[in-house]
């Protein structure tokens, strides 16, 4: 039933025009790998992608953050996983945000139509 839902939700934010990436980001595709599912991020709430795109971006910095100042003594590792989590947290902000304001301007249908939908196309 999930799978279904999501394959609805991904047909109707490819009729309002939306690309495959904006539709399952990197992040929850990563995350998949793991046997993570989530709902697309223009259905899920702020909460939820806040907690995701922070957690992947925090990652992303910390990594890169890491390569740029490998053998540096001047900052230490918690030194450089405090800028990656403050990095990675207004990223999330921003990205859940960007997400919330998509999901009005493209005036699209709840999750919870979209299983209603479901429901009746099995009746």
């Known amino acids: 039933r999930f799978s279904q839902q999501c394959e609805l939700a991904r047909a109707e934010l490819e009729k309002a ?8 980001p990197l992040a929850h595709r990563l995350l998949g790998l793991f046997g993570l599912r989530f ?3 223009f259905y899920a709430s702020f909460i939820s992608n806040f907690v995701v795109f922070t957690f992947s971006n925090t990652l ?3 990594l890169l953050f890491n390569l740029i100042f490998w053998r540096s003594t001047e900052y230490t590792l918690l030194a450089l996983g405090q800028s990656a989590l403050l990095l990675g947290s207004l990223i999330g902000i921003v990205i859940a945000r960007l997400y919330g304001l998509g999901y009005k301007r493209h005036n699209l249908k709840s999750w919870a139509e979209l299983g209603a939908m479901l429901d009746t196309e099995i009746e």
């Open 60 to 62: 992303l910095c910390f």
């Open 39 to 41: 709902k697309p991020p």
């Open 17 to 24: 025009g939306v690309s495959a990436q904006t539709i399952f």
